[in-house]
């Protein structure tokens, strides 16, 4: 079974550009999360989705920080436009639905890389 | 407000050493625990999930215990070897977000 993916693993862009990341979680999983981490500071919750919708959006930073989640599948995080303070490492998590399992283990994927220069 | 505090910050010790990793919550109300680990540029791996009525987990050399009461884990590593190596991170699970520490970095000398 695939795990969560990523992509890109890396991405440089510049202050003000545009820039999308992908989250693919593991098949059959409702629940999916982004976080990130930046420099210095621990891992923080952005937001959980549950099949396409925003179950908790609270820890989105601002509104130049936009998720989706069409059809319930994969999920993109853009930011637009960039700023210095957004680069860190952007990670994506997916669950299985809670009827189904009571453990609520979430599964990582490798991350994002985001350096805005 | 829940708060994850991960002490020490930094650990090195010699290989075969058993050692212990403490994490400590504010807030008893979580449902589960899990410690992962982080190896440099590499995504989190799940290492051990404890659910709030659990008072410990055991894999391998590994295992974690919880006190909810006192807001409290412990993830104890046995023999520890080289492999090791990594960043171990512990985060709660409070209304279906992680709440994460800022991690222990241990190194394992051979």
């Known amino acids: 079974e695939a795990g969560v993916t990523q992509f890109p693993s890396h991405s440089v862009i510049e202050k003000g550009q545009t820039v999308t990341l992908r989250c693919d979680p593991i098949?059959?999983?409702?629940?999916l999360y982004w976080y990130r981490r930046v420099m210095g500071k621990e891992i923080k919750f952005l937001l959980h989705?549950?099949?396409?919708?925003?179950?908790?959006e609270s820890g989105m930073p601002n509104n130049r920080f936009l998720a989706e989640r069409t059809g319930g599948t994969y999920s993109t995080l853009k930011v637009q436009p960039a700023e210095l303070e957004d680069s860190g490492v952007y990670f994506c998590?997916?669950?299985?639905?809670?009827?189904?399992?009571?453990?609520?283990?979430?599964?990582f994927g490798p991350g994002t890389r985001l350096t805005v220069l | 407000k829940q708060e994850v505090t991960q002490i020490p910050a930094a650990l090195s010790v010699p290989e075969g050493e058993n050692l212990v990793l403490n994490c400590s919550f504010t807030?008893?109300?979580?449902?589960?625990l899990q410690w992962f680990r982080q190896d440099p540029g590499k995504g989190l791996t799940s290492l051990l999930l404890?659910?709030?009525?659990?008072r410990e987990q055991t894999s391998g050399r590994l295992n974690a215990s919880l006190d909810k009461s006192s807001g409290r884990s412990t993830l104890y590593i046995a023999a520890s070897q080289p492999g090791d190596s990594a960043t171990y991170l512990c985060?709660?699970?409070?209304?279906?977000?992680?709440?994460f520490g800022q991690g222990t970095e241990l190194s394992v000398k051979p």
């Open positions: 998590a997916s669950s299985q639905k809670f009827r189904t399992s009571a453990v609520h283990e979430q599964f």
């Open positions: 098949s059959g999983h409702d629940n």
């Open positions: 989705f549950v099949k396409e919708s925003k179950q908790d």
């Open positions: 807030d008893s109300a979580i449902y589960n």
């Open positions: 404890i659910q709030s009525s659990q």
């Open positions: 985060a709660v699970l409070v209304g279906g977000k992680l709440i």
